[in-house]
């Protein structure tokens, strides 16, 4: 009897085995734990209307809005920072219940620079990036500027009781348990990618360190499946 009820409840398990549902974990976050999936690419809430924005354009039957945020990066919790990357947070509207296929490929960004103190202009067309690129670079301003004056007392304490051979404190890192946070609320505030219902809105990255007082304009440029738009932000 006990031979037999192993074997029976052997074959009910294999058989309801296939019924499970199959679960894709999403791609961890650096250095740590995968993140929900909930919590990548929702984007940020769009505004009311494309005219919101710093920048408006019209791409077929869609309008695209945008607002140039320098190096500032906008969490829709808080914003952090990035030095090798300049942001645009941008809105896509259409007809109700319109779908469009968005990809941060379909963007670029053209900045004119110099022109001041005797400088010829200068432009760029940068592409847009994926988010991911983005995650090392970002910093937290309120940390950064708490960590650099911690930093410079303990210098100023070390000066004033200072011995031969003594090595000064190292610069501060923010620790992991910040890290973390900060890197998945800005993958939930990229612009989301696929096929989506409009409206929807979201950060795109495009790689340059281009100080912002040198930047004379900007102009975000859409080639897409809407169409193509041209968007004067600066």
Excluded at 54 to 61: M, P, V
Excluded at 185 to 212: C, T
Aim: contains cysteine; charged residues 20%.
């Amino acid at each position: 009897m006990r031979l037999s009820a192993t074997l029976t409840i052997g074959l009910l398990l294999s058989c309801l085995a296939p019924l499970a549902p199959a679960q894709t974990a999403p791609a961890p976050a650096p250095g740590g734990t995968p993140p929900p999936a909930s919590d990548i690419g929702k984007g940020l809430p769009p505004r009311v209307a494309s005219t919101d924005y710093q920048g408006q354009a019209r791409a077929g039957a869609f309008s695209i809005g945008a607002e140039f945020m320098g190096h500032s990066v906008p969490s829709g919790e808080r914003a952090y920072m990035t030095e090798e990357y300049l942001v645009v947070e941008t809105g896509l509207y259409g007809a109700a219940g319109a779908h469009l296929t968005l990809t941060v490929s379909d963007f670029s960004l053209r900045v004119t620079t110099g022109g001041k103190n005797g400088k010829p202009l200068k432009t760029v067309t940068l592409d847009g990036v994926p988010f991911g690129a983005v995650l090392r670079s970002l910093k937290d301003p309120e940390w950064e500027q708490q960590a650099a004056s911690e930093t410079k007392k303990e210098k100023e304490d070390q000066t004033q009781k200072a011995k031969p051979g003594d090595i000064p404190p190292n610069p501060k890192r923010m620790p992991f348990e910040m890290i973390r946070p900060m890197q998945l609320q800005v993958r939930k505030a990229v612009l989301p990618e696929g096929d989506r219902e409009l409206p929807q809105a979201g950060l795109i990255f495009f790689e340059s360190r281009i100080r912002e007082e040198n930047i004379r304009s900007v102009e975000l440029l859409y080639k897409g499946p809407a169409g193509e738009a041209t968007l004067v932000l600066q």
